[in-house]
C-alpha cells in the first residue's frame, strides 16, 4: 500500500472561510452521529436520539498550523423531512454518506442518497461513504471491496469505515474532508493523504485498517 504524495495547487484567496459539511444518514441509521458526537464532544455515548429536521455542530481544526472551523450539518434521513434537509445541500461544502456494515438494507440505499445529493446539492459538493461499526466484524454483512466499487462508480472522494464505539478512523473522515475541501477550493495549502491510502487518477481516496485494504 502506498500513499499518494502531496498536491499542490495555485490558490485565489488567502481568506479563510468556514467549512461545511452535510452528514446523511439512511433511514433510521443513527450511528454515525453518535460519531460526529463523540468528535465534537471527546465522549462516545451509546444513546442518542433521532435527529428532528436538522442539527448543527462546530469544531476548529489545526491544518497545516491554520485554524479551520468546520460546520457539520446532521441532516436527518427519515422520508418526512426530505423537504426541510433538500435545501441544506445547496449550500454544503462536502457530505458524508453513511451506512452501517452489519445492516445490508442501509448499504442498499446508499445510491438513493448519492442522487439526492447529486439533484439538491452543488455541482462540485464532494461525498465521501463511511462504513460504521468496524469494531463488530463478525457481524459484517457489507464486504469493503463493495464500498470501493460504489465509491468508484458514483466517483465518490473517499471510502472509509469507522467505529463510533472506538474512536477508529473518526479523525481521519473530517480531517480528510477538511484537507481536500481546502485544496479543491484552491486555498495555500497542501493536500494530504492518510496513512493507509491511495489515490488513482479521479477515483476515491481509500481509507481502511491495514488487513482490509483495497485497490479499488
Not at 41 to 53: A, L, M, P, R, Y
Not at 184 to 190: A, C, D, S, V
Request: with cysteine.
Amino acid at each position: 500500500m502506498t500513499t499518494a504524495s502531496p498536491v499542490t495547487r495555485a490558490h485565489r484567496s488567502e481568506r479563510q472561510t468556514p467549512l461545511r459539511v452535510d452528514e446523511l444518514h439512511n433511514l433510521n441509521e443513527k450511528v454515525f452521529r453518535k460519531a460526529c458526537d463523540s468528535w465534537i464532544e471527546g465522549v462516545f455515548s451509546d444513546k442518542h436520539q433521532n435527529t428532528i429536521g436538522v442539527d448543527f455542530s462546530v469544531r476548529s481544526l489545526n491544518i497545516d498550523g491554520k485554524k479551520v472551523k468546520v460546520q457539520v450539518w446532521d441532516t436527518a434521513g427519515q422520508e418526512r423531512f426530505r423537504t426541510i434537509t433538500q435545501s441544506y445541500y445547496r449550500s454544503a461544502h462536502g457530505a458524508i454518506i453513511a451506512y452501517d456494515i452489519t445492516r445490508r438494507q442501509t448499504f442498499e440505499s446508499v445510491p438513493h442518497w448519492i442522487h439526492e445529493v447529486e439533484k439538491y446539492g452543488a455541482a462540485n459538493l464532494m461525498v465521501m461513504l463511511i462504513g460504521n461499526k468496524s469494531d463488530m466484524l463478525e457481524q459484517r454483512q457489507i464486504l469493503f471491496e463493495e464500498a470501493c466499487t460504489l465509491a468508484e462508480k458514483h466517483g465518490l472522494l473517499a471510502v472509509l469505515e469507522t467505529s463510533a464505539k472506538e474512536a477508529r478512523n473518526i479523525d481521519e473522515v473530517f480531517l480528510l474532508m477538511a484537507k481536500e475541501l481546502i485544496a479543491r477550493n484552491t486555498l495555500h495549502f497542501h493536500k494530504e493523504s492518510p496513512r493507509n491510502s491511495f489515490v488513482l487518477d479521479s477515483r476515491p481516496i481509500v481509507v481502511s485498517q491495514p488487513e482490509k485494504n483495497c485497490q479499488c
